[in-house]
């Protein structure tokens, strides 16, 4: 391997596969970045915040996430690239143009951290692995991880600097080498602090190693230890100079970072993430944060494993690699989290170690591949399988890996990542109309392109999607990852959705985006109003009464910082880029043929073979596992698999494929099934529940036939439901099938019905002005009295009842309020949340119940006084609220009644959710408690539905609180409430009354 | 020599950047009170390519500049007219400005918008029928014009004028829409039935579809006005071991609703609206 009188140009093949490479990488990644990236995880995240410094280069604080955070949150040279790329191109474009610039840095930087191992043929076949490698595929084209990719781009450019400098003490060195640090440290602060154990300390270790004198190396590996040792202390003067100048670099230039690390530390209960799961408990994760990145490395660990522990210059890189992969595999073994601790081990997302390893094994798993293809590997095949066998064996591998890379290019298809793409120009519209930027919005179902929407607008929401940054406690005291995606986190994420949806007007927020309807049923009855579909199919939600957006003191942060934050990380780029150039004019000739590592292309037998047949072994079996899982899974092989798979057809609303779980017959057709489930289905459990869990229980089994019980779990985004139902299978030709289940539904005598409904129209703007108080065109707040107000506790619970009345010829929206004043003036506001119709026609009246604070809590503050506030706005929707209910009550126990309910449909249109408001009043007429019960299946129109509640009373054990006076306002007025009037229709019903509160049809609402 | 001469050019230089002062012009028809459109104010000055424009308290308006043989001509040719009051008279030449202090005043104009603001709007019987009644009328501009009848107490702010007249009316109580100003809806208002006081109630059983049709109404106000339509009335019977509340609405004083029975059941059945009750009647078929 002797070049030394040839030129750079055409010394060898491993520049030329770089080339090669980097030409690839723009055909390849350049063209379908554009596609992939509306289904990353991050890439919107990134160009909101990039949208930020277009905006606002020096100004950190960025009021349209949370209420308002600081970008001092995130090193910031990522984002402002984007910026700056966004003044020429759209942000989109400029996003994909800095992805492919960074990725072309990236691959020179394998290419040239190979060369630190091996010579510079193996490193070009590094730099064509980088194009492949499944890993920073999946970084880039399902993460969207720009920083990660950035950060890395660079530390990987700066170790060779980093080596020369420790074995040949010169200062271009260590300048190089600072330079593209410094970069780092501006990218990506995790990086940066994780790429010094990692990345730095190993390259330092090979470095002294290096500079040992070759032939006499102590064999002894204790005297090998105190040799390199002593070799360290040689150039102390060298990491002195290092160290400091790199801790300087790492505090300098993003201290408004460090400085809010420390002034605002994070709070956040740690967010559940698959790279902490067991992932033998939970294959998927273990497939997307494992398997799939470290594909490669696993095929070719006998090799990886047997040159890393070849020679002692890899040690340091041994044991990075080593530890990296054990980290990375999260939760299957307990080991990542005794070594990183409980803490970090909750905050950390463990798959970037696994990223970290597949980075390192790149130089050893090119020098195999290089070995397989043209070297001894090679060779040892091609005598042992002949030339068309290695021919056969390199093709197939070949094709299978790539087939495996197109694979995760197109994971987000196959496995949805995210919802499909929201074309957000309808909302944008909406918007920008009527000033309805004026106050805050939340979207739901738009997975990342939250933030996508955010980058194009200058509305503000309360969600965000940076968690890092978000100090509002009912984000931070809950584990959830975001408001908008509430459902994937459970009860937690429901409830706080359900805290934000509730109280609105603390945050401002009065318009909702919805593109998934399994909210409805909590938006509705937290008295948010469907007003309009937008031409994309996005509901919005609105609700009145809401108070425009307060102004928000922003944290304060010194004018110098801003300066620092908007200049140094930028200008760290800039002097890299002119380092760069002078060194490549100054130096790079010069120094080229200086170090080149020589390759030992030697492995033993065992190790040739292993890692020549996994990876065609791995990634065929990758691949046909997929195909069987896709088209060959036989799903009606036993009764319980045929039951399980129908209801997880039926769970994802595919029908056509349920319906092939019935026994063929001629008499039960796809149209027939359609129809009658046209005709029972619909309601809380079929249209907005997803299936939580199944137990399917035989109850009897004959060779062809079978009786099973299948007991359901539904969540909805109100409630749980439980369900059981009977299902009688049979087996034909080897399946087994479900036997129509048969239908008895119910007829109504009419077969066209008629119904008066009076609909109300607000007329909107008669002035033609965008002045938003034009005198003339302002409705008056109309009436509305409480009829009674009352302070209940009921052991640890406390809440105030009542009820209210419409007063007003039109309909009316009222958003009530219970402020408690506490002693030294500590006021606490509550509001109210399902129980309670927040539309109302005219003359109507509803009861309420507005929860409190725990009676331990209030006691400790001490209450002084109780404000409830009514505060009401005409309305056009939501008022009417179902048919016509009949009810008995049955006296169970002491403080448990039975209520069966009938509810009749006289409506024209269906009562999608059934439902009823409760309130159990003494005889006095006094409300002791108030509360929603939800029928879980729909009633037609002119049909009934039939449905019974066991209910709790609390007469008895609970107590009305008089000692504190109760105040009353309307719109701000002090009122008086209303004689309280006794209910003889409760007493007969032992103290029970009802109201209908039904959600219903969108044709009503839609008026 | 040569860094003589080199000083010699750099005076020259610094001598042709300096800005040299103009005199102020001199107003020849000089009025305190400027009347648009269609003054020409005639200046004595310099030559030059003057500009002018009139800072009013709302807004700067462009004035068009014409050299003369002594100066330059001001004119506001721009139709229509201005919000009037103070404004200053800009006019420059370069970068040196000269302000001259007058008053707006528009040509007369014929026409008067008359403005007649009610407060509330919307006057409903159950509280008040009194509603207050603010009138003023504006030129097409939007200045104020006197208007006849009292001034208001302590609105002197404009001088003697009348410009606002304040009334306290005592509204009938018949439910309309109103117009303050005829011909402009914009200035309607509107008299809202009051509650419901009473409620007659009938019932009917109709074989045919085996059902009761129940009917309240009419239902008025104290002041026999229709109550208002979509007024939620609740019928609330009870028969066998159930009871029954269904809902319906007001429509031109009636609300009527069809109660199904399917087992020949009687009921007792009141209507009720807020906390007005009918009386009970007995639902037998």
Redesign the interface.
Known sequence: MNYVNDTIWNDSLGKKFLLVAMSLALLTHGVILYFTLPRTYDAFVHMFFADHYARFWFEPWEYRWYTGFLTISYPPLVHQGIALLSKVFPLKIAFCVYAIFVFEILIVGVYRFSKLFFDKTVAGVAALLVVVLSSIVETLHVYGQMPTLTGLAFLLNSLPFLYQYLVRPKAIYLVMALSFLAVVVSSHHVTAIFGMAFFIAPTVFMALVDGLPQPKQPQNTLRFGLAIVRAALRKYKQFILFGGLMLTLAVGLIFPYWYWSKTDPITQVSIPHGSRDNFFQNTSSGLIFYVIPLALVIALLPAIAFTITRQRRFIGWAAAFFLCLLLGSGGTTPLPKLMLGANAFNILTLDRFGFWASIIAIPFMAKFIHSFVAGPVSEYLTQRFGALGHFTLSGATGFSYLMFVLFIFHLGSFRPLQPKEVEIQPILNFLNRDEHSRWRYLTLGFGDQMAWLSANSLAATVDGNYHSARRLPELTTRPIERLENAKFSGDQGMASLDDFLSSAEKYSLKYVFSNDRYYDPVLYYNGWSRTIRLENGIIVWEKGNISTIRPVRPTELAPLLKQVWGILPVSSFCVVVLLTAFYLFRYKQKDYFETVPVTDHHYPRVVMLSSSLLPLLFSTGFMVNQVYELLLIDEQKDPETAVISYYNHLDFQRFDDAFHFFQPSPAFTLDQYLLEKSATDGGLLPSYAKLESINVQELRRTDDSALVRVSTTWRTSLQRLNRTDSLRLVQQNQHWYIIPPRITTEIP?EQMRSY???L?KKQGK??FSSFPTV??DR??KP?AAFQQVHFIRNGELNFVTGEI?N?????VNIALKVTVRYQHNITRDYYPSTAFQYN??????SFFQIPLDSTSRMNSLKITSIGVYGVTDVTERGYI?G??????VRQLTNHDVLI?T?L?N?LTTEINIPGILIAEKDAQGIIWQSKLVLHSTVVRGGLHGNFRERFHTIQGTAQLMTKWPIYVFINGQKRTI?PL?KDG?AT??KGIA???HCFMAQEIYLQ | MKPISVLFLLLLTLDACRNHSVEKPVWLNEDSVLTVPGSRLQFKGITGSWQACLLSFSQPIALAVQATETGFSVTFNAPGGVLEGPAQLCIWLNDQRFYYPVTLRNRATPVVIQRDYRSPKTVNPDSSLVQQAIREAIDPYRNLVPVPGKSMPGKSMLGTANYFGENNLALAPKVATYRAIRNEAISSYYVQPGSCTRIPIQSTYRVETNSYFVRAGPLTDVYANTVADGTRVYFVYTGGPDTYRMEATVLNGYATALIPTDKQLSYQLTARIANTVSKTINLIP
Not at chain 1, 807 to 811: G, H, K
Not at chain 1, 840 to 845: I, R
């Open positions: 005598d008066s409904y009076t109300f008669r002035v005198k003339d409705i008056k009436f009345i007063a007003d010829d039109i309909p109302l026609s005219p003359k109507a009246s609220h048919g016509t209910i009949g009810y008995s069966d009938k009749y006289e209303l009037q229709i007969a019903n009802l109201l209908p």
